[in-house]
């Protein structure tokens, strides 16, 4: 389409019902990896990336039940490795490493999108995960990652394109199941990270500080139990009240 044409003076009326923010709802989805509780996300967009990441949480294990915007989420049994074809297909499917290392202690992940590491890249992210003692080796198209135990760390996840917002909830949900506290400095302070926190929190986590550039996470060994969520609008809507002034 070259151009609009609008005709104005017409008043506006009727009510319009605002979905949660798809770049809050993708990483919560991931979230709901680390505990086998049942887990509710409400507000949840009609989005195909949506459709994606359940459709990548079923080929994990996982049970989806998808209700208007309401997606249930257990995850009673998994495994580590992802559908190749699934994950490719968009770039927020990376947000699944952080919560299979932190709960299975092994993800094998394939590069998303089509992205390689330097165009787009996820080198924060592998950065953030090697610092909490994983191993991690890239063929294939895969990243391995592997670590016996994870052990809180001091990670800066500062780059030259500035904070990453996707490392920042990789390395928040691997570090819940760390040993220990972590530190994550130069994190990345958008209302979406601001909402995974919140989330977790409710799960059972124990993080300070999301929506400022230091977060800190305390490692509760295991989440302890489900949580319901209810993501904030895009950007340009108020972060709701229950999270305003309460940074997890």
Known sequence: MQSLSIRGGVPLHGEVTVSGAKNAVLPIMAATLLT??????RRVPDLSDVGFMAQILESLGAEVKVDGDVVTVRS???????????????????????????R????????????????????LHLKGMKELGAEILIEGG?????????????????????????GTANVMMAAVRADGVTTIESAACEPEVVDLAFFLNKMGAKILGAGS????????????????????????????????????
């Open 142 to 166: 895969y990243v391995d990652a592997r670590a016996k135990r994870l052990i809180g760390a001091d990670i800066f996840l500062g780059g030259r394109a500035g904070p990453t917002v996707l």
């Open 36 to 41: 086998p509780e049942k887990c509710v996300i």
């Open 104 to 123: 299975q202690h092994h993800a094998r992940v394939s590069l998303p999108g089509g992205c390689v590491i330097g165009t787009r890249p996820i080198d």
């Open 76 to 102: 009673t049994r998994l495994k580590p490795i992802g559908d190749y074809d699934l994950i490719r297909k968009m770039r927020g499917s990376i947000c699944i490493l952080g919560p299979l290392l932190g």
């Open 213 to 248: 550039p230091t977060i800190t996470v305390t490692g509760v060994g295991a989440a302890r139990g489900g949580a319901r969520g209810d993501p904030g609008p895009d950007r340009g809507g108020d972060v709701p009240d229950c999270r305003r002034g309460d940074r997890g």
